[in-house]
């Protein structure tokens, strides 16, 4: 009887060590490459996707062009959450994403800021006076919300002129960052980045005069047999998730 006893005592122990053990195990990390747009979201929805499932999404931010050229040469990103649709296709196309894992995530939206009240008024005509020494927009060859704004710029046709003016960001966050510092008076931004910002101007660009900054994010091969890695990309989908990016001003495709 006294054996017996301790057997089960013995198995009870067992059992929990076992399932205390199990819980780090079962808990994985990923890499995450997020165009600079998301960086506050992507905060948000790696806290939440930590508390649901243990998993840790470690972050990246920068401009999508040059996380594309990084991947090709090798970086150990999982997940690639750009700023565009094309180079998620592109990362398809030629073998650095897994097929069938691509999908649109957010429509992002062009903002004209200024830290000046009263600058920037509700048709984005300031552009065509002289108030203004500076405008920042993010390195289009990259970024595809700087893109969106020299076509927002051309179809007002102010590029040209403007031109002389433009001082280009590396990424969205040196652009905001150019506006939000004054050492450029007025700057294309994304709505995400200055929605929660009190006072300055803003003009909210409407999506007829650019190219639709469709945001797509893709599972890469690097991170094909990682759990966390598909479990960041299931999470993004979810209503938590999604209630996140439209706080931040982002559209969602139903």
Known sequence: MITRRFQIVGLALFGAALALGAAPALAADTQVAVAANFTEPAKEIAAAFKAKTGHTATLSFGSSGQFYTQMAHGAPYEVFLS???????????????????????????????????????????????????????????????????????????????????????????????????????????ALSQVIAEPGGSRWL???????????????????EKNPAARAFLTFLKSPAAVAIIKRYGYQVRR
């Open 83 to 189: 700023a565009d649709a094309d180079r998620p296709k592109k990362a398809e196309e030629e073998g650095l994403a897994v097929p069938g894992t691509r999908y649109t995530y957010a429509f992002g939206r062009l903002v004209l800021y200024s830290k000046t009240p009263g600058l920037v008024d509700d048709k984005g005509a300031v552009l065509k006076t002289d108030k203004f020494a500076k405008l920042s927009i993010a390195d289009p060859a990259a970024a595809p919300y700087g893109l969106a704004a020299v076509q927002t710029m051309q179809k007002l046709k102010v590029y040209d002129a403007l031109t002389p003016r433009i001082v280009k960001g590396s990424s969205i966050t040196q652009a905001y960052q150019y506006a939000a510092t004054g050492n450029a008076e007025l700057g294309f931004v």
């Open 205 to 223: 660009v409407p999506t007829a005069d650019h190219a639709p900054i469709e945001q797509q994010a893709v599972l890469l091969k690097t991170g």
